[in-house]
């Protein structure tokens, strides 16, 4: 099965939001889905309706039988998540989020809405879009599989799966610590090494990353501090990241770096993991008015024939502060190493 990045199903959310059709995005657990949904309705202005099909009952998704006197009958009428739905008058995303782990009873009581857009014969509001979300069976996160009929009621499934740009880009915009982007950015493949286990272990992923980055803010001692890490990313990642956040604490000043990067060190070969450090440190730091020295620091790299971190440097800083891209500093990098990050924004 293809994989797709997070910002690839993006662009797949921007035109079903467009069309109000249901779709199903599966993946490991912590690769980051409900984030995508709450960010893909913030970005389109769309209100966002949580539902847990697997904490709920059948009736939470067809309503609760009333008796109704005067006509001698029982209807179902709706209450909570699905009340809220139905009275629904501006663009809004109901959010079936972990429907994977759903009681059989439970998603069928889903096929209603989300082939005909119907609970018991009742319209739900057309301004409604429907979106589901789910581990995979091998994931030993209760999913024992989807019934037929609800699946095929989504108009496609995407497997999603991290990717680190994507994942950069989230990380400089929601204040994770500039170590674990750092770290990442030099040890690229622990950023999702998701194994499903049955022992009281995490595993690195997203959004246990993101759980290190707040651990890493409390400033604990360098025991205690490692042996959070574990719990939060399992012991051989938290070791890795101990000892570069070690390493990350003693940086130059970057601000020091920033006001003369004529001057600023660019370390040897050896020492790659201090310049990515260095590099995110001053990506982290980027304005539009300190621009021109960071732009000063990358050329610096090209000619000391770094123009890997110069190109990183110079990306992640747009990542940070997108108004860059509006600066002569920006517009002046030209072609060389730079061209694709320049002409990326162009197009």
Not at 4 to 27: D, M, Y
Not at 187 to 213: I, K, V
Not at 266 to 286: E, M, N, P, S
Request: hydrophobic share 45%; glycine share 8%.
């Amino acid at each position: 099965m293809t994989e797709l990045k997070p910002s690839e199903v993006t662009q797949v959310l921007k035109g079903i939001l467009g069309i109000r059709k249901p779709i199903l995005i599966v993946g490991a657990p912590g690769v980051g889905k409900s984030e995508l949904v709450t960010q893909a309705c913030d970005s389109a202005g769309f209100a966002l309706i949580i539902s847990h099909p697997v904490v709920s009952d059948p009736t939470d998704f067809k309503g609760m039988p009333f008796p109704m006197a005067e006509k001698g009958i029982a209807e179902f009428l709706p209450f909570g998540d699905l009340a809220e739905v139905m009275a629904c008058e501006r663009p809004t995303v109901w959010f079936l989020d972990d429907i994977g782990q759903a009681a059989p009873a439970t998603q069928a009581a889903l096929m209603q809405p989300l082939g005909m857009g119907a609970i018991n014969g009742k319209k739900i509001p057309a301004c409604v879009t429907m979106i589901g979300a789910s581990n995979r069976r091998q994931d030993r996160a209760g999913v024992s599989g989807m019934l037929e009929p609800v699946k095929s009621r989504f108009v496609t499934i995407l497997h999603m799966r991290a990717d680190l740009n994507d994942w950069k880009s989230w990380a400089y915009t929601h204040q994770v610590h500039e170590a674990v982007i750092a770290f990442l950015t030099f040890r690229p493949d622990l950023l999702h090494q998701f194994t499903a286990t049955a022992d009281l272990t995490n595993s690195p992923c997203p959004r246990t990353w993101s759980h290190a980055s707040t651990l890493l803010k409390l400033g604990l001692g360098a025991e205690t501090e490692q042996s959070v890490l574990a719990g939060a990313v399992g012991e051989g990642a938290a070791s890795e990241l101990a000892a570069y956040a070690k390493m990350y604490r003693e940086l130059p000043d970057l601000d020091e770096v920033i006001r003369k990067p004529e001057k600023a060190p660019i370390f040897k070969d050896a020492d790659a993991h201090i310049q990515w450090a260095l590099c995110v440190g001053l990506a982290t730091r980027c304005t539009e008015k300190n621009f021109p020295q960071i732009v000063t620091y990358a050329e610096r790299l090209v000619e000391k024939k770094k123009g890997e971190f110069a190109v990183v440097l110079v990306r992640d800083a747009l990542r940070k502060e997108k108004k860059i891209a509006t600066t002569p500093a920006f517009k002046a990098l030209g072609n060389g190493p730079f061209g694709d990050v320049v002409c990326g924004v162009e197009e």
